[in-house]
């Protein structure tokens, strides 16, 4: 499957922004998605996560309770809600599918067998 990682962009330090992840091939309901972000010279870092049923997700310490994901089946979207951003957010942000990841290893972006080209968000005033 092909994902599209979308909406990224310049934002001010407090500020929100919304990423959406697509396939051209439709639907991403039977997919397990993660959201991974990356920074020069650094290693990917996960970011979030949705079970294929929507039934779990589960963030990373440093985005939990400012960033959302969720999906949106009849869009055949899955977003990451991004609020209260921070300059430590900035990096590019890919979204990432497969079709069941377990559920200790989520945070490991090797397992992923699908990715998005990524797009960037750059939090800066």
């Known amino acids: 499957v092909q994902l599209q990682a979308s909406g990224g962009g310049l934002v001010q330090p407090g500020g929100s922004l919304r990423l959406s992840c697509t396939s051209s091939e439709g639907t991403l309901s039977r997919y397990d998605i993660g959201w991974f972000r990356q920074v020069a010279g650094k290693e990917r870092e996960f970011v979030a996560y949705s079970r294929w049923n929507g039934g779990n997700t589960y963030y990373a310490d440093s985005v939990k309770g400012r960033f959302t994901i969720s999906r949106d089946n009849a869009k055949k979207t899955v977003y990451l809600q991004m609020s209260n951003l921070s300059p430590e957010d900035t990096a590019i942000y890919y979204c990432?599918?497969?079709?069941?990841?377990?559920?200790?290893?989520?945070?490991?972006?090797?397992?992923?067998?699908?990715w998005g080209q990524g797009t960037l968000v750059t939090v800066s005033s």
């Open positions: 990432a599918a497969d079709s069941r990841i377990i559920l200790s290893q989520i945070q490991n972006a090797r397992l992923y067998d699908f």
